[in-house]
Nanobody, 124 residues
Framework: QVQLVESGGGLAQAGGSLTLSCAAS????????IGWYRQAPGKERNFVAA????????HYADSVKGRFTISSDNVKKTVYLQMNSLKPEDTAVYYC?????????????????WGKGTLVTVSS
């Protein structure tokens, strides 16, 4: 069964850091591109970052470039999102997402599998 399990959310101060983890099943990790979306209260779910499964090349939304880093651990079957220089506007529920087609992962409607989400709150 395809599964994505997030962890690592919590409370941080502006300028601080948090690291999110997304543990994937064996099958998902070896066949799907995995990334992160976020959804702030009352807003739509937006793409944050993703990494290709076959060579680990990252892709970022403009709003997080230079502050967030996505990486993957092939042994642990886990994708990480290191978030630095956090801002109050980064407050959202962060969802791990997977899709076998790279282009599908870039839009929420194309995502094949979602995690349950983890809340990140950044205080000013």
């Amino acid at each position: 069964q395809v599964q994505l399990v997030e962890s690592g959310g919590g409370l941080a101060q502006a300028g601080g850091s948090l690291t999110l983890s997304c543990a994937a099943s064996e099958r998902t990790f070896s066949t799907s591109h995995i990334g992160w979306y976020r959804q702030a209260p009352g807003k739509e779910r937006n793409f944050v970052a993703a990494v290709t499964w076959y060579n680990g090349i990252p892709h970022y939304a403009d709003s997080v470039k230079g502050r967030f880093t996505i990486s993957s651990d092939n042994v642990k079957k886990t994708v990480y999102l290191q978030m630095n220089s956090l801002k109050p506007e980064d407050t959202a529920v962060y969802y791990c997402a997977a899709a076998r087609d790279w282009s599908h992962l870039q839009v929420a409607s194309g995502v094949e599998t979602w995690g349950k989400g983890t809340l990140v709150t950044v205080s000013s």
